[in-house]
């Protein structure tokens, strides 16, 4: 079976990008929350996204009630953005592991949004009270897109087999 | 409270994208990336429609978005529930749109693949703050109401046009620091805007024109709405707008285009704001700032209060000068100032009335025609004084816009002979009245 997350995308994604997630209720309103952190395993056939309990508890609620997600992961200065779906996911608690991946991804995070005149302060306002409770969710990943602004966003990349 | 769209302005300039979520029928979400998300009114947002792609064809399906803000000085972070209503493909919020998309698609070099197909028009269903720490505002950042009541209170008295528009730009100075800016004012039967006071410029660029539609200026005034650039931007670029305006119409041929333009060379933030009474529009203000993000919604809102003010001023300060003049100024003879040196050829081309001091331009169109009048009866009569009123009933003049442009027209003059004509004066003698001083013999060449 070809890899849908190869490598190079794999270490793309890990890179401290601009994450969030979404689903849906079953009056088809969308639900939405900023990530505080993402993993992948070593195959990449399985990614988790760390989203705070509080913020979250609409697209966490959603997928618990077994709503497909969708995940966009963009790239702050080259714009370079992917956008991840899968039909269901799994909603669990936090491992050492994924508050492991949660401090990484806000140390990469921060540094690309340093980069471009956000301040340190600025990025913990956002995230620390996420980090402080989160939730992980867990899905294999069914659908890849590319997202970069352009006539070619949409453009679907690569399918499972 | 319940929070509206007007409590979190900040969010809305398009300093961080905001995300966007939608969801197809059957139930398959999509997120991506908004450049920004746009007030259209208070009840109402607009995302801009580039592309067709999935966001599309779902909001078309199913109307319900949501989409999640950051703002850009404190972090607080918005949830907003959104109805798709509409598309707009053209108007005064697709070009308010248009303009600010394009600064923030240069700023971020995206020029050329950021295209405004659309302003898709979502009413806001819902606001949610979402829970943790913020970061103060500093002190400093207060509102421009203080300013704004300083600088309405001393307009509101003044009743002279020149004096006043003086007062206003310096004022914006002080009280604002708007440091770069300048008033223009319509010519409705050229379809065009000419600048009649400047500052904060290398030169004053008094004189210069503006075809309807072209740059910042032109299309605040075409569309009647505030346009407001947050970034640098080739695309309104004043050279790159003239000429495609030129290119596009085809007709401007009566366009000043001797006088260059006053403003900045790259300018990184521009605010326009149409001067409109009733349905006429009188003209524009303009403020402009080499440093990006420099002009903020309250500030927009800051210049239209003042463009309002103005508009119900402008009519009135003409009406006046025309109830206080006589029919006819003094019939005094001309001060005998004259110096004897070589005397100095005046000559017009009557067919634009444009005016050339020894083969210098000075200015052309009704200002040319005023002034060309104006010399031909000093040098036929010896009179020097004169008031708005005769000009304003003389058939020789024949200009269509004569009587509701013809104080700023004069100012206008006033201004170009200050800067480029030691010799020949205009001055202020009373309401409506002013009298004309020249101080070096002339010859007057006039050519068909």
Same mark, same amino acid.
Request: with cysteine; glycine share 8%.
């Given at each position: 079976m070809d890899r849908l997350i190869d490598a190079a995308t794999a270490s793309f994604m890990l890179g401290g990008l601009s994450l969030n997630l979404a689903s849906c209720d079953p009056r088809l309103q969308p639900s939405l929350a900023r990530a505080c952190g993402c993993d992948l395993d070593a195959d990449g056939g399985r990614l988790s996204i760390c989203v705070g309990r509080v913020q979250g508890a609409q697209v966490l609620g959603d997928i618990v009630a077994g709503a497909a997600v969708a995940a966009v992961f963009s790239e *702050? *200065?080259?714009?370079?953005t992917l956008q991840i779906k899968a039909s269901s996911a799994v909603v669990r608690a936090p491992t050492r592991a994924d508050h492991a991946a949660v401090d990484r991804y806000l140390e990469r995070f921060a540094t690309r949004l340093d980069a471009i005149g956000f301040t340190p302060r600025f990025v913990s306002a956002l995230f620390s009270f996420d980090a402080g409770d989160f939730m992980v969710v867990e899905m294999r990943p069914e659908e890849i897109y590319s997202q970069t602004p352009g006539p070619g966003a949409g453009q679907r990349l690569q399918a499972a087999a | 409270m319940k929070l509206g769209l007007d409590n979190i302005r900040p969010c809305l300039e398009g300093g961080i994208p905001g995300v966007l979520a939608t969801c197809s029928p059957d139930g398959v979400p999509n997120v991506t990336l908004v450049s920004q998300v746009y007030r259209a009114d208070a009840e109402h947002v607009a995302l801009s429609f580039q592309f067709f792609n999935k966001t599309r064809e779902n909001i078309l399906a199913n109307p319900r978005a949501t989409v999640q803000l950051i703002h850009p000085v404190t972090a607080a972070r918005f949830r907003m529930s959104l109805h798709y209503e509409r598309t707009e493909s053209a108007g005064p919020l697709f070009e308010r749109m248009k303009a600010q998309l394009s600064g923030i698609a240069s700023h971020t070099g995206m020029n050329g693949i950021f295209h405004l197909r659309g302003a898709d028009i979502y009413r806001v269903v819902s606001i949610e703050a979402l829970p943790g720490p913020v970061i103060d505002q500093p002190a400093c950042a207060g509102t421009p109401v203080p300013g704004l009541r300083a600088i309405c209170q001393q307009i509101v008295a003044i009743t002279d046009l020149d004096h006043l528009l003086e007062v206003l730009l310096a004022e914006l100075e002080r009280h604002m620091d708007f440091r770069h800016s300048m008033v223009l004012l319509a010519d409705a039967a050229d379809r065009k805007l000419y600048t009649v006071a400047t500052r904060g410029f290398s030169s004053s660029g008094v004189g210069a024109e503006i075809p309807l539609g072209a740059g910042v200026i032109g299309v605040a005034a075409e569309q009647r709405t505030p346009i407001r650039v947050s970034h640098a931007t080739a695309e309104y670029a004043y050279s790159r707008a003239v000429r495609d305006a030129l290119l596009a119409q085809g007709q401007v041929e009566s366009l000043e285009t001797e006088i260059p333009f006053p403003g900045l060379p790259s300018p990184r933030s521009q605010l326009a704001v149409p001067i409109v009474a009733a349905d006429a529009l009188l003209g524009v203000l303009y403020v402009e700032s080499p440093?990006?993000?420099?002009?903020s919604y309250d500030d927009e809102d800051a210049l239209l209060v003042i463009a309002s003010l103005l508009a119900v001023k402008l009519p009135g300060l003409s009406e006046a000068d025309d109830d206080a003049a006589d029919d006819r100024g003094g019939a005094e003879p001309a001060a005998t100032g004259e110096d004897p040196s070589a005397p100095v050829t005046v000559r017009c081309f009557t067919h634009d009335h444009s005016v050339f001091i020894d083969n210098d331009y000075l200015i052309k169109g009704v200002a040319g025609a005023v002034l060309w009048k104006l010399l031909s009866v000093y040098q036929q009569d010896q009179r020097v004084d004169f008031s708005n009123r005769e000009l304003r009933r #003389?058939?020789?003049?024949?200009?269509? #816009?004569i009587v509701d442009n013809l104080e700023a027209r004069l100012i206008l003059l006033k201004r170009r002979l200050d800067e480029r004509c030691p010799f020949i004066r205009i001055e202020k003698t009373g309401r409506g009245r002013f009298r004309l001083v020249v101080t070096r013999r002339l010859v007057l060449d006039g050519q068909g």
């Amino acid at each position: 079976m070809d890899r849908l997350i190869d490598a190079a995308t794999a270490s793309f994604m890990l890179g401290g990008l601009s994450l969030n997630l979404a689903s849906c209720d079953p009056r088809l309103q969308p639900s939405l929350a900023r990530a505080c952190g993402c993993d992948l395993d070593a195959d990449g056939g399985r990614l988790s996204i760390c989203v705070g309990r509080v913020q979250g508890a609409q697209v966490l609620g959603d997928i618990v009630a077994g709503a497909a997600v969708a995940a966009v992961f963009s790239e *702050v *200065v080259s714009h370079r953005t992917l956008q991840i779906k899968a039909s269901s996911a799994v909603v669990r608690a936090p491992t050492r592991a994924d508050h492991a991946a949660v401090d990484r991804y806000l140390e990469r995070f921060a540094t690309r949004l340093d980069a471009i005149g956000f301040t340190p302060r600025f990025v913990s306002a956002l995230f620390s009270f996420d980090a402080g409770d989160f939730m992980v969710v867990e899905m294999r990943p069914e659908e890849i897109y590319s997202q970069t602004p352009g006539p070619g966003a949409g453009q679907r990349l690569q399918a499972a087999a | 409270m319940k929070l509206g769209l007007d409590n979190i302005r900040p969010c809305l300039e398009g300093g961080i994208p905001g995300v966007l979520a939608t969801c197809s029928p059957d139930g398959v979400p999509n997120v991506t990336l908004v450049s920004q998300v746009y007030r259209a009114d208070a009840e109402h947002v607009a995302l801009s429609f580039q592309f067709f792609n999935k966001t599309r064809e779902n909001i078309l399906a199913n109307p319900r978005a949501t989409v999640q803000l950051i703002h850009p000085v404190t972090a607080a972070r918005f949830r907003m529930s959104l109805h798709y209503e509409r598309t707009e493909s053209a108007g005064p919020l697709f070009e308010r749109m248009k303009a600010q998309l394009s600064g923030i698609a240069s700023h971020t070099g995206m020029n050329g693949i950021f295209h405004l197909r659309g302003a898709d028009i979502y009413r806001v269903v819902s606001i949610e703050a979402l829970p943790g720490p913020v970061i103060d505002q500093p002190a400093c950042a207060g509102t421009p109401v203080p300013g704004l009541r300083a600088i309405c209170q001393q307009i509101v008295a003044i009743t002279d046009l020149d004096h006043l528009l003086e007062v206003l730009l310096a004022e914006l100075e002080r009280h604002m620091d708007f440091r770069h800016s300048m008033v223009l004012l319509a010519d409705a039967a050229d379809r065009k805007l000419y600048t009649v006071a400047t500052r904060g410029f290398s030169s004053s660029g008094v004189g210069a024109e503006i075809p309807l539609g072209a740059g910042v200026i032109g299309v605040a005034a075409e569309q009647r709405t505030p346009i407001r650039v947050s970034h640098a931007t080739a695309e309104y670029a004043y050279s790159r707008a003239v000429r495609d305006a030129l290119l596009a119409q085809g007709q401007v041929e009566s366009l000043e285009t001797e006088i260059p333009f006053p403003g900045l060379p790259s300018p990184r933030s521009q605010l326009a704001v149409p001067i409109v009474a009733a349905d006429a529009l009188l003209g524009v203000l303009y403020v402009e700032s080499p440093v990006d993000q420099r002009f903020s919604y309250d500030d927009e809102d800051a210049l239209l209060v003042i463009a309002s003010l103005l508009a119900v001023k402008l009519p009135g300060l003409s009406e006046a000068d025309d109830d206080a003049a006589d029919d006819r100024g003094g019939a005094e003879p001309a001060a005998t100032g004259e110096d004897p040196s070589a005397p100095v050829t005046v000559r017009c081309f009557t067919h634009d009335h444009s005016v050339f001091i020894d083969n210098d331009y000075l200015i052309k169109g009704v200002a040319g025609a005023v002034l060309w009048k104006l010399l031909s009866v000093y040098q036929q009569d010896q009179r020097v004084d004169f008031s708005n009123r005769e000009l304003r009933r #003389d058939g020789s003049l024949r200009l269509p #816009d004569i009587v509701d442009n013809l104080e700023a027209r004069l100012i206008l003059l006033k201004r170009r002979l200050d800067e480029r004509c030691p010799f020949i004066r205009i001055e202020k003698t009373g309401r409506g009245r002013f009298r004309l001083v020249v101080t070096r013999r002339l010859v007057l060449d006039g050519q068909g």
